[in-house]
């Protein structure tokens, strides 16, 4: 008889612990609204994009991300479009966002995520954090030490290489490029490219042709998405003179990679140091 109560209570044990992680397991995750590309892209990163219920304009990464409805764009985002879905979570971009929008979204009554990352480093942290808020938190964990140690990896590489003078073209009309506060001058710092106009105090300054040609540019990167022509890029053709251009180091870059703050940022960091390699192997060469 104590055998058949010991019995009873054991499968009763079972079964409420069996049920109390089924509860924990099954915890629905959150519905959330990404207001960026590169937020919809960390959280397909991190096992979270089937939860991604509406996003932005040019959000096209990875595939599945372009079948997802678009609610708005950094101009304007549909509110009756969100209050209509009533997600559980919305991830903003705070500096590419409307941010009057996401006040009245606050208002009333929706729970708003900032997300801003401007190195690096900031992309593991955001992703660590999305892991947190969606669920997903192994998976987010494994994605940023793997971004940590790979980032790490190509620093060590390149650490020691010489210094090329490189120009950043970020538009041509007006001529810009780019200085310390910006997204692409870690790229410049980690390939070992000299930033004429780093220490500028904005972050993509605007600056005019006599200023380039004085700075003995070795070699000019350009980025250019997939879907935009190369001739919307500034004709350095037209000054021979300029070391980049007599010996035709023109550098290209996917615009969608490298400006896009991922995991594939890494991407384009690797392909820009490489061909920089290439250019101080031209260089080099040259002086022998």
């Known amino acids: 008889m104590k055998f058949y109560t010991y019995l009873g209570i054991s499968l009763l044990s079972v079964m409420f612990f069996g049920q109390a992680h089924a509860n924990v397991t099954d915890t629905p995750k959150p519905r959330i609204i990404a207001l960026a590309p590169h937020i919809v892209e960390m959280l397909f990163d991190i096992g979270a994009g089937a939860q991604i219920i509406a996003t932005t304009e040019h959000a096209d990464y990875p595939l599945a991300a372009k079948s997802i409805p678009k609610i708005g764009s950094s101009v304007r985002i549909q509110l009756e479009r969100v209050i209509e879905l009533q997600p559980d979570l919305i991830i903003a971009w705070q500096s590419g966002n409307p941010s009057d929008d996401l006040a009245r979204l606050q208002q009333l009554g929706f729970k708003v995520v900032y ?138 870059l996917d615009a969608d990679v490298v400006h896009r703050m991922t995991t594939r940022s890494l991407q384009a960091l690797q392909d820009l140091c490489q061909q920089a390699e290439q250019s101080r192997s031209y260089y080099q060469q040259l002086k022998d």
């Open 115 to 252: 997300s801003q990352p401007d190195t690096f480093a900031d992309v593991a942290k955001e992703l660590r954090l999305f892991g947190e808020l969606t669920g997903h938190k192994v998976q987010a964990e494994r994605i940023a030490a793997q971004f940590l140690t790979d980032l790490a990896n190509i620093k060590q590489h390149y650490a020691d290489k010489p210094l090329i003078t490189g120009f950043y073209e970020v538009w041509s009309r007006p001529l810009t490029t780019v200085a310390n506060s910006s997204w692409p001058q870690q790229f410049l710092a980690l390939c070992r490219i000299e930033n004429p106009f780093q220490h500028v105090n904005t972050g993509y300054p605007q600056v005019n042709i006599e200023q380039v040609l004085q700075a003995n540019i070795q070699v000019v990167i350009q980025a250019f998405a997939k879907k935009q022509a190369n001739s919307n890029g500034y004709n350095w053709q037209q000054w021979p003179l300029l070391p980049a251009v007599k010996h035709q180091q023109l550098l290209m």
